[in-house]
Nanobody
């Protein structure tokens, strides 16, 4: 599975962005998908995950109520809708794929897309 993330950019605090991650290969719906982020000088952290069917989702407490993960299996794409962005959301965001619905141990990773939130 190859993953290509896009949609990052510069946005003011309080604004919104939608990240996309498109997968190549077969059986996209067999994979749970996750979004992670890594801020400068910090370790990579879990943001959100979604099951293969899209029926289960989960997100980190820091983004609950602001970020929404979704997927379109017909388009082999997973999304991260980010609203009410804060400067502390500034990070490189990565999408990842796993055979299991979990928040760690993902098998495939995209290249990352930079999100910068200005105050």
């Amino acid at each position: 599975v190859q993953l290509q993330a896009s949609g990052g950019g510069l946005v003011q605090a309080g604004g919104s962005l939608r990240l996309s991650c498109t997968a190549s290969g077969r059986s996209f719906s067999s994979y749970a998908m996750g979004w992670f982020r890594q801020a400068p000088g910090k370790e990579r952290e879990f943001v959100a995950r979604i099951s293969g069917s899209g029926g289960r989702t989960d997100s980190a407490d820091s983004v609950k109520g602001r970020f929404t993960i979704s997927r379109d299996n017909a388009k082999n794409t997973v999304y991260l809708q980010m609203n009410s962005l804060k400067p502390e959301d500034t990070a490189v965001y990565y999408c990842a794929a796993s055979m299991y619905y979990r928040s760690t141990g993902y098998d495939y990773w995209g290249q990352g897309t930079l999100v910068t939130v200005s105050s």
